[in-house]
């Protein structure tokens, strides 16, 4: 049995889907806080699952743990640009502590741990091999980091592993619709020079590499990136998206500077008067920081492969976005 923690959220409810569909027995634990994580609850209850409305940082686990045998821990506190530091303590490395304890209380075989890219920062080189210092530069990232460090105190209890997850998009994600709807509308246009790197990961990939962490045994005690193998510049992705939706993309561009100063008056303006600011720096992350990934440590740790390349996982996504009508037809 499989306990899934985030099971509301974008990954959490697609690995619910295809671990189900594997015959997987699992126990589903999501927050409802949100409208599309109504929906996403409702999906999976119509699949015949059921989604527990559980707080990771203030209730008694133990009774979700018991006769589990591999724990994944999706849920986070992530894009709230309006809370302290102290939030991103209290729900990424209390909650996980909490978890932790109940699934070493019920003889839980495994714990992976799903961290973020984020853990290094804004690095000046870009390219990040398996030595490379984490060093977070805001607050999601440095709380990810303290929850590794946790996860990593308790490997004498109980199997562990990290996943540190890139960029990940596909069907169901909600954080690249803007992106594909601008360039679908003629609105978008580039922050910057559209250089900086990226290495996504398409959702049904990264859900394959987290369930070989979870059952297999070559992972236990790594921290291994979970990202897909191509590189593409910010200009290099949104050419894919633009094709996807069949728009050609306009070629107009501004300079990032004036955007990050705006953002960082809002989240010391707004942001303190706990009002989540409509821009912030990590959203224009997008547009400047860069990272490619080495799959030497995933190389010697998993079988896993990543398959779908963004062309093609870009082309998936506006499709889905159309069937759902949050794209309109072209």
Known sequence: MILITGATGFIGTRMAELFKADG???????RLGTEPETHRRDRLEMLGMTVHDVDLTEQNLVQYTDGVDSVIHLAAAQHEANKP????????????RNLLDAAISNSVRRFVYGSTIGVYGNVAEPHIDDDFPAIPDNYYGRSKLRAEEVVLSRSDDIEVAIARISETYGPGDFRLLKLFAAIQKRIFFMIGNGVNLHQLVYV???VYGLREMATGDAAVGQTIVLAGDGVS???EMCDSVSRAVGIPLRRFRLPLWPFLTIAFLLEHTIGRMGIQPPLHRRRLDFFRKSLSFSSSGRNRFLEWKPRVSFGAGAVRTAKWYRDQAYLPPV
């Open 24 to 30: 997987e027995e699992l126990i589903l634990l999501g």
């Open 85 to 96: 530091e102290s939030y991103f303590d209290k729900v990424n490395v209390e909650g996980t």
């Open 204 to 206: 049904d990939d990264l």
């Open 233 to 235: 510049t910010t200009l």
